[in-house]
T-cell receptor, first 116, second 114 residues
Framework: EPEVTQTPSHQVTQMGQEVILRCVPI?????FYWYRQILGQKVEFLVS????????KSEIFDDQFSVERPDGSNFTLKIRSTKLEDSAMYFC??????????????FGPGTRLTVT | AQSVTQLDSQVPVFEEAPVELRCNYS??????LFWYVQYPNQGLQLLLK??????LVKGINGFEAEFNKSQTSFHLRKPSVHISDTAEYFC????????????FGTGTRLTIIP
């Protein structure tokens, strides 16, 4: 069964450093998402991406964040200068696209980011 | 904008007993509703979804949920739980256009007592 994969599973970084979280969505999917879950809190939407551009972003997704689909398979989330409060589990998700029709979002296993 | 409230942060249940995990939502537009499960150290897996039609939806692993529009609820139920059901359960809502973001509740940790 196809699945969303994410690397690394755990990333430790120092405050102020840049990190790139990587995701490989399911191959025929066209909508991509990043969510995050701070320990003990709910899963929060960060950004959605379609046709090589951001389709929606939350207030969390400020100028420190960026997303990119550098090739036909990867989808990345970059945090330019990490802060302690960026420590969280980051989930990538993908779904098929058809206007007005819902398709399930498939989630990856997550990357746990720890900022020290 | 939508929001989701999961009223119970933790629910302990004896094995083979029934369980209900509560979820209420708020939205100014029509919505789709979902339940996701997160097993320890794993990602989110879709249990079931309500899009339209019958208000009782059945999902994987013997779970079902009932959409109640008047009470804005979407409670999850299982008639007999197993140890393997130990996990975190998240209720989520999205707008009904399609491919919209999911708004999650805070989750309910289901613990099965042998």
């Amino acid at each position: 069964e196809p699945e969303v994969t994410q690397t690394p599973s755990h990333q430790v970084t120092q405050m102020g450093q840049e990190v790139i979280l990587r995701c490989v969505p399911i191959s025929n999917h066209l909508y991509f998402y990043w969510y995050r879950q701070i320990l003990g809190q709910k899963v929060e939407f960060l950004v959605s991406f379609y046709n090589n551009e951001i389709s929606e972003k939350s207030e969390i997704f400020d100028d420190q964040f960026s997303v990119e689909r550098p090739d036909g398979s990867n989808f990345t989330l970059k945090i330019r200068s990490t802060k302690l409060e960026d420590s969280a589990m980051y989930f990538c998700a993908s779904s098929l696209q058809t206007s007005g029709v819902l398709y399930e979002q498939y989630f990856g296993p997550g990357t746990r980011l720890t900022v020290t | 904008a939508q929001s989701v409230t999961q009223l119970d942060s933790q629910v302990p249940v004896f094995e083979e007993a029934p369980v209900e995990l509560r979820c209420n939502y708020s939205s100014s537009v029509s919505v789709y509703l979902f339940w996701y499960v997160q097993y320890p150290n794993q990602g989110l897996q879709l249990l079931l979804k309500y899009l339209s039609g019958s208000t009782l939806v059945k999902g994987i692993n013997g779970f079902e949920a009932e959409f109640n529009k008047s009470q804005t609820s979407f409670h999850l139920r299982k008639p007999s739980v197993h140890i393997s059901d130990t996990a975190e359960y998240f209720c989520a809502v999205s707008g009904d256009f399609g491919n919209e973001k999911l708004t999650f509740g805070t989750g309910t940790r289901l613990t099965i007592i042998p």
